[in-house]
C-alpha cells in the first residue's frame, strides 16, 4: 500500500531534534524527589508535569519547539477520579471478600483481575490521548481520535492471544496497539497515518526470539543459582541443628541475583525494544512525511543498561533524567522523507479531555 | 522588540513587532491590534527565546528573544508569581499528605474500637474462616490428638468464662517460629516452638488466655479496621491499581501483619490473668513467660515476639504488671494432658515418657524445649 502524497508544491521537510540540556534534569530530578517525599509522592503529578514540559519545550520541529500545555492539577484530578470509581470499590471489594468466606473471596478476586487487565488498556489509550491533546506546536494542538474502549478490547483480546501462544503474538500485538495510536493521531487537521505493511518490513521476530529464549534460559540459570545459594538452608533443615532462617549474607546473595535478573532480561530484550520502535516509525506517517528510526539493537542495550544502573543506584531519584536521556537519544535517531506544508495545518476543534490519565497512573503505565 | 506570532488558528508563522506598554503587551498582525495583559500571560522559557501565552485557555503564541523579554518586562512580578505558586502547592500537598497520615496513625486507631464493637460478629466468623482457609496452607496443625483435644478444651472453658459471641477453638500449628495468634472469629493458634519454649502449663495457659482476650475485646477486628485504613490511605497516595492498598488489606489477613496497639496487649494480659482467674487457674505464668521471650527472642520475627522486643522496656514492665496481677491457682492441665501437649506435634500421638512430669521440673527434661524457632523436624 502506498501512502498518497498530497505535495502542494509548498511543502517543506522535517526535521525533529531533541536539545534536551541533560545536567538541567539532574537537579529537576533531586527537586522532584524531594518533594516527593515529603508530600508521600503527591507532588508527583506536578513533577512529572514539568518533566514532559521540558522535554517538549526542547524538542524541536524544523527550529520550532513543542509545547507541552498540561497541568499538574489535571493529572491530580484525574488521579482522584481514578481512585474514586477504581481504587476504593476494588479496596472493598478485597475487604468484602474477607468476609464472605475463601469460595466467594476467590471468584471475586479473579473477577477482579481480569477488570484491571481490561482497565490497563484503557488506561494507556486515555493516557496518550490526554498527552496528545496537551501537545501543541506553533500554537496548534494534537489530538488523538478513537475510542478507548476499542483500544481496550484489543489490548485485552490480544493480551489473551499471546498468554496462550506464550509470547509469540504479543510482538504482532504491540505493533497494532501502537497502530491504533500513532494511526488515530492528528496534529490540527493534519492526519498520521499507519500502514501495518510498511510497518511489517521491520521485521520483529528475530529480536523477539533471541529475547524469549533468552528468557528460559535466564529462569533455568536463575533457579539454579537461587538452588545454589539456599541449598545451605536446605542441609540445615535435614540435619535439624540450625534453624532454617534464612541469614543476612544469603537474603543479599539471593537480593543480588534477582536484580542481575531483572538487568539480564531487560537486556536480552533490548534488541527486541529497538526493533519494535523501528517497525512502528516505519509504520508511521504524517501527511506526506515518512519516518523511521535509526536504533540498533547494541545501542538499545546500552541504553536500557545504563538507565537501570542510574535507577538502581538512584533508588528511583533519576527517573526524570533518565526520561529526558531516553527520549533524546531516540528521537535523534528519528529520519524523515517527504514533505507538508506545516504552514497549512489549521487548528482543529478538539480540546481533548478535561482531565489526565488517572488510569495510567494508577497502573503505573504512563511512558513518561 | 521582534517577535514570531503563531494566531492559534493555523500553524503558520507571522513575524509581529511588540511593544510592553506598562501593564500591556501590544502587536499588530495584518492590520488587526493584539492586546495582552501583562497579569494573565503566562510564559515559559524556550532555549533562548521566551514563549509567551494569553493565559488561561488561548492557543495563540508569541515568542521573543529571552533577553529582549526580560528587558522589556523588567519590574514586573512573573517569576515571583509562578513562585510563589508553587510555594503554595507545596504547603498545600504538605498539608494533605500530613492529613493522611494523622488518619492513618491516629483517625482509624481512635475509630477502630468502635467500628470493631459494631461488626456484626457473624462477618467477624467468615472473615476468620477465610483467613483460616489462607493460613491453613503454610501452617499445618499438629497431630497429636491428645494434646489438640486438651488444648481445645481450655479454650472452651475460657469462651465460658468469656463475654463473647465466638467459639474459642484453640489449635497446635507446626511453624518455625514461636508465636500464638488470635484469628478473626475466634480461632486461636500456638506454635509448636512456642509449645516448646513454654515450660509449665501455667506458662502455656497464660499465653492462650491472653489470646483469648484479643478475641473477646475484638482486638483482632478493630487491626483489621486499622489495616482498611492503611489500605485506603496507601490508594490515596500510590493509586488504587498498584495495588498496594488491597495487598495492605490482604497482608492483614497473614498473622504477621495483625499488630495490635500496646494498649491492646496490655487489656489483653490484664484481661487473660482475669479469665484464668475467673476459672481458678493460676495465673503466674504469664511473667515468667514473657521474661524468657524478651531475653530469648532476638532472632525472632513472629509478630508477637517483636511486638515484645521492639519496646523492650515496655514487654519487662508487662512482666511486671501481670506479676502483680498474678494469683496461684490450679494448673491449666493435668499432667497427662500437659504430657500430650509437649509431644503434640511430635507427629507421634503418645506422650513423651518423661519421668514426674508436671511443674517446674519439665523445662529440663524436654529435649529442645530451651530450643526455640527450629519448626521443620
Ligand atoms: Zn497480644
Known sequence: MVVAVPLSGEGSSLRIEQRAHLPSFLGLSLKNGLLNLITLTLYRFWGKTEVRRRIWASTYVNDDPLEYTGRGVELFVGFLIALAILGLPFLLATFGAQLLGPAIAGLIVVVMYIGLMFLVGFGMFTAFRYMASRTALRGVRFHLKGRAMDYALSYFG?????????????????????????????????????DLEAARKVGVYGPYALGWVGLIVLYIVFAGALFGVMSPMFAAAEGGDTPPVPGLGMMVAIYLLSTAMVVAIVAAFAPYHAASLRSVAAGTSFEGVRFSLDLKAGTMVCLMLSNIFLILVSLGFLMPFVQARTLKLVINRLQTSGAVDLDAIRQSAQAGPRTGEGLADAFGISPI | MKARFHDGLT???????????????????????????LGAVETERVGEAVRVAPGARGAARLVIDATE??????????????????????IGLTAFAAAIALFVFVGMPLASGPLARHTPPDYERRMGESFEAQL???LKPCKGALGQAALSRLGQRMESAADSPFRFRVQAVEAPMVNAFALPGGAIM????????????DELAAVIAHEAAHVERRHVMQAVWRSLGLGLALDAVVGGGSGAGQQAVILAGSFTDLRFSRDAESEADARGQALLQALGLSSQGMAPFFERLAAKGQSQTAAEV?????SHPDSLRRARESRVRARP???????????????????QDRPLRLPRLGGKRTATLVNGSLQPASGLE
Open chain 2, 329 to 347: 491457682g490450679a494448673p491449666a492441665f493435668t499432667p497427662a494432658e500437659w504430657a500430650a501437649i509437649k509431644a503434640v506435634c511430635s507427629g
Open chain 1, 158 to 194: 490480544y493480551g489473551w492471544l499471546s498468554a496462550i501462544t506464550l509470547g509469540w503474538f504479543w510482538p504482532a500485538a504491540q505493533r497494532r496497539l501502537a497502530g491504533q495510536l500513532w494511526g488515530g493521531l492528528r496534529f490540527g487537521d493534519g492526519r498520521f497515518r499507519f
Open chain 2, 136 to 138: 491453613g496452607v503454610a
Open chain 2, 190 to 201: 500456638v506454635t509448636d516452638d512456642l509449645i516448646k519454649m513454654a515450660h509449665t502449663p
Open chain 2, 306 to 310: 517483636q511486638e515484645l522486643l521492639s
Open chain 2, 69 to 90: 523579554w526580560a528587558a522589556a518586562t523588567l519590574g514586573s512580578d512573573l517569576e515571583r508569581r509562578s513562585m510563589r505558586r508553587e510555594m503554595k502547592l507545596v
Open chain 2, 11 to 37: 500553524a503558520a508563522v507571522h513575524t509581529v513587532e511588540v511593544t510592553v506598554d506598562g501593564e500591556t503587551l501590544a502587536f499588530e498582525v495584518q492590520g488587526q491590534a493584539h492586546r495582552w495583559s
